[in-house]
């Protein structure tokens, strides 16, 4: 009779415990799950579905030159843009001036990061041939395609004069021209001592 309660009992424990591990393991799965899943969104909203083509980083370029195009289109162009609304008039007048063009050309390929592409700018003048700049960043940031802040400034740099470049893309390394000590004058030289006049002889 004990021996068949002692029996009862344990076989009822087992079951507990049983029954308890189901649930935690059950539990553990489904937070497992919803981490993945958590990751898995992030990480869809921060890269893109596909890379961009290169009309579509053209058209990027296109809007940040443009003297048409509102300030709140062009400051979406450019990574950082809207705490630096004077980029884009030193970048639309540099192209006003000195006729140059920008141009995204094909392959677009994958960049540094899951939210950058890396592509190849055809810089141009007027009466001068094309020169690429490789490697010039996009930036993928809240849903739209962006240049970087650092390829834009070096676009910038190489289209206008060193006073006309913005405070963003200034290079804080590089002493002010203004308010240098003048160089100092070196002495004039010394005036050479006057040759002394021939002794006559004296007389016999």
Not at 126 to 140: L, M, R, S, T
Request: aromatic share 4%; glycine share 2%.
């Amino acid at each position: 009779m004990k021996l068949s309660k002692i029996v009862a009992a344990t076989a009822t424990a087992a079951a507990v415990i049983s029954l308890a591990a189901c649930s935690d393991d059950s539990s553990d799965s489904k937070t497992s799950q919803s981490a993945t899943s958590s990751e898995a969104s992030s990480a869809a909203e921060a890269a893109p579905a596909e890379l961009p083509t290169a009309e579509e980083l053209n058209a990027i370029l296109a809007v940040a030159t443009d003297p048409a195009a509102p300030v709140e289109q062009k400051v979406a162009t450019v990574q950082g843009g809207e705490t630096a609304p004077e980029l884009f008039e030193t970048m639309t007048a540099s192209k006003q001036e000195s006729g140059a063009n920008f141009q995204v050309v094909p392959p677009i390929l994958p960049g540094y990061t899951p939210n950058s592409v890396l592509a190849t700018v055809n810089f141009t003048l007027p009466d001068k041939e094309a020169q690429p700049a490789e490697n010039v960043e996009f930036i993928y940031e809240n849903g739209t395609w962006k240049l970087s802040q650092s390829w834009a400034c070096t676009l910038i740099k190489n289209t206008v004069a060193p006073e006309q470049i913005p405070a963003m893309c200034a290079d804080p390394a590089a002493p002010a021209p203004e308010g240098q000590p003048a160089p100092e004058q070196a002495p004039a030289p010394a005036a050479p001592a006057p040759e002394q006049a021939p002794v006559a002889p004296a007389p016999q």
